[in-house]
Every structure is written in structure tokens, then in C-alpha cells.
């Protein structure tokens, strides 16, 4: 089986170190100045050009069995290109509800599923008319390319929007959410193959700095059934109205002790590397067997996991000489806030692995 993932940061380099061992070879497609390093070793890495698409970029690829991306944000147009030559999963149209904020949370809504108020705004006076009907405070984000809390702007009062409107930044088409009180962050990592069976983790408490991740809990402290059940329906619904192929990524606020979604991620996910080490099929391989129509594996852990960001950092010898410890870097040189690697725990006490978590984070960043 062939596979070829566009893209060729970390999540590419793990999908790819999952399909190993299953007897998978992997080819990457590199945009335009796309560091390739995290992938080196790996597989061909083929860096497209202009005139590359459809059977052209078909053959450039090496004639995959499937396409698969390790990113939403990418040249949907393109991949549709493939589809008449080999499988592309996800599928472009289900990238292309996730690629875009505005779209994204239309289609949730229309589903019936909970998310911020919202309006999407494409100029100044838009922006400002949103804000006059929904208040302060909002968070504007760009619909598009936005990650890991950039493009985005917290306004918590009128004179912080004129402020931003007399600024030097060019807003992009935005959408305005209404700000959500919640209680915690959690996110659904699952998966579905193509004759419609849907395997779902456990969620996931997630804790951030800036709006970029630095550590993940599963099972998430505190579970209700009420909760699990909810995100069940929610990734059912999702899934099977995009008839979705592949690892899916659901970003949640807890309020109240409802579920609310904050965003889509149509492939692996950050908040889910912990799968690596609490004993079960872990979201790159799930990804692996849904993309290639192999029964999905596992997801439900018998302990307590956790992962820590390297953001910029390496970790200490202490903590990779822990027993419980796993450590997984990506083949990238240091840089402020860069993700360079994550580390593993697993604990049988969910007390002792949240008071690790925080020792590493304070060891760590401080």
C-alpha cells in the first residue's frame, strides 16, 4: 500500500512512523519552502510545482493507492484533482467546511450542534456592526490559516476595536464570536473508515499558553456520562453528514457542563499524541487503518495518560530517565514557541500524573 500525505511536518513524520510497521511506503508533497526535515528518511518527497495537477501530480507522487493531508490548510481544488485516480481521505469537500471559520460554524449550527454566537465580517464596517450588535467582548478571528492563537484578537472594550481598526494590521475576513464562559478546554479525537464505523477516544483536558497547547489529560478529570454522550452525538453527526473518512480532531468548551464547539480539525491532532502511550491503537495508526479500509483499533485506555509540549525546548535528562516517560522529537532545530517535540506520560493514579504534568510545565517554561 502507497500512501501520500501532503505535507511534511510532525504529523506527517508520526502518520508515517504508524504505517511503517503495517508495511505501508509513504511519498510527501512539499509546498514551496515547506521544511522537510521532520520527514527525512522517511519516504520520496516530492516538492510540487506549478504545472503539477491531476494525473500529472498523480504520477509525480509515485500512483498512490490514497492521498491523505497532515494539514486543513491546503489547495482543496488540487486535491480533487486526484480523486479520479486514487482515494483522497478526507475527503476535499469535508477539508474545505474545516479550512474556513465562517463555514465551518454555519455548518455546525445547521446540524443543530452548540458553538459561540458568531458573524462573519469582510470589512471594516461589517467589524464594527457586529461588535454594535453583540457586544463586548469578542474574539475576532481570520477565517482562514489562523493556528496556535495567531490571527486572532480578544476586543474587550470599544476603544480596543478602534485601536485595531487605526493600526497598521490588515484584518482579513474575520468571524466574531461572542466570548464563552466555560470551565475547561476538552477536545474529541476519532476516527471513521469508509463503511461508517466511527471509534472514539476518550476526551481530553487541554491546557494552554498564548493559544498554543502545552499539555493534554485523558480520560479528561471529572467526566460525566452526560458529556461523553454528547460528544458522541457530535462526532456522529459531524462525521456522517461529511460522510468523513480518516482522524478527526473536535475542539470543546466545557459550560455548565454542556459541550460547545469551538473548532474542527480534519486530521490528527496535538491534543491526541497521548494515544502513543496509554496501550492502544493510537489516532496515527486509526488514521492509517481508516484511510486504507482496515478495521479501526482500539481507543479506550486502561490508565491515565498525559502529553507536554516542547515548545522551543528540550526536555531534561530527569524527565526522560522517568519509567513512565516517553520522549518524541520531530527533527527540528530549536526556536522560540516552535513545537520540537512532545513528551508521554502514563500513570495508574490520575493525582500523581497531573502533579508530573505540572512539575514538567514548571521545570519547563516557568
Not at 493531508?69 to 474545505?96: F, G
Not at 502545552?214 to 462525521?239: G, H, N, R, W, Y
Not at 480534519?266 to 497521548?274: E, I, K, L
Request: aromatic fraction near 6%; glycine fraction near 8%.
Amino acid at each position: 500500500m502507497h500512501i501520500a500525505i501532503v505535507g511534511c511536518g510532525q504529523l506527517a513524520r508520526m502518520m508515517a512512523l504508524a504505517g511503517w510497521p503495517m508495511g505501508y511506503r509513504f511519498t510527501f508533497l512539499a509546498g514551496a519552502g515547506e521544511n522537510t526535515t521532520c520527514v527525512k528518511g522517511l519516504g520520496d518527497i516530492v516538492d510540487l510545482t506549478d504545472d503539477m495537477t491531476g494525473n500529472s501530480l498523480f504520477t509525480a507522487l509515485g500512483g498512490p493507492d490514497v492521498v491523505t493531508v497532515e494539514r486543513e490548510h491546503v489547495d482543496t481544488a488540487l486535491l480533487k484533482t486526484l480523486v479520479p485516480h486514487c482515494a483522497v481521505y478526507p475527503q476535499p469537500e469535508a477539508i474545505e467546511v474545516c479550512q474556513h471559520r465562517g463555514r465551518e460554524k454555519t455548518f455546525l449550527n445547521n446540524l443543530g450542534i452548540p458553538t459561540a454566537n458568531f458573524r462573519v465580517a469582510n470589512s471594516d464596517e461589517e467589524l464594527q456592526a457586529a461588535i454594535d450588535e453583540m457586544g463586548t467582548p469578542v474574539l475576532i478571528k481570520s477565517c482562514e490559516e489562523g493556528y496556535d492563537g495567531r490571527g486572532q484578537w480578544l476586543i474587550e472594550n470599544p476603544q480596543q476595536l478602534t485601536d485595531l481598526l487605526n493600526s497598521d494590521t490588515v484584518l482579513p475576513e474575520v468571524v466574531v464570536e461572542g466570548f464563552v464562559k466555560f470551565e475547561r478546554e476538552v477536545s474529541l479525537v476519532a476516527a471513521r473508515s469508509p463503511n461508517g464505523d466511527i471509534n472514539c477516544y476518550p476526551l481530553a483536558e487541554n491546557h494552554h499558553s498564548g493559544g498554543i497547547l502545552l499539555s493534554s489529560v485523558a480520560p479528561a478529570p471529572a467526566l460525566t456520562d452526560e458529556m461523553t454522550a454528547q460528544a458522541k452525538e457530535i462526532a456522529d453527526a459531524i462525521f456522517n453528514k461529511l460522510n468523513y473518512v480518516g482522524v478527526l480532531a473536535i475542539e470543546l468548551f466545557v459550560s455548565d457542563g454542556k459541550l460547545i464547539v469551538n473548532e474542527l480539525a480534519p486530521r490528527v491532532h496535538n491534543s491526541g499524541h497521548w494515544t502513543q502511550i496509554a496501550g492502544i491503537c493510537t489516532q496515527f495508526e486509526n488514521h492509517m487503518r481508516a484511510i486504507t479500509s482496515v478495521g479501526l483499533g482500539t481507543t479506550e485506555p486502561t490508565g491515565h495518560s498525559a502529553m507536554v509540549n516542547l515548545l522551543g525546548c528540550d526536555p531534561t535528562p530527569e524527565m526522560v530517565d522517568m519509567s513512565n516517560v516517553q520522549l518524541h522529537k520531530y527533527n527540528k532545530s530549536l526556536r522560540p514557541n516552535r513545537k520540537v517535540g512532545h513528551l508521554n506520560l502514563r500513570h495508574n493514579s490520575l493525582e500523581e500524573l497531573q502533579q508530573q504534568v505540572e512539575k514538567f510545565k514548571q521545570e519547563l517554561y516557568g
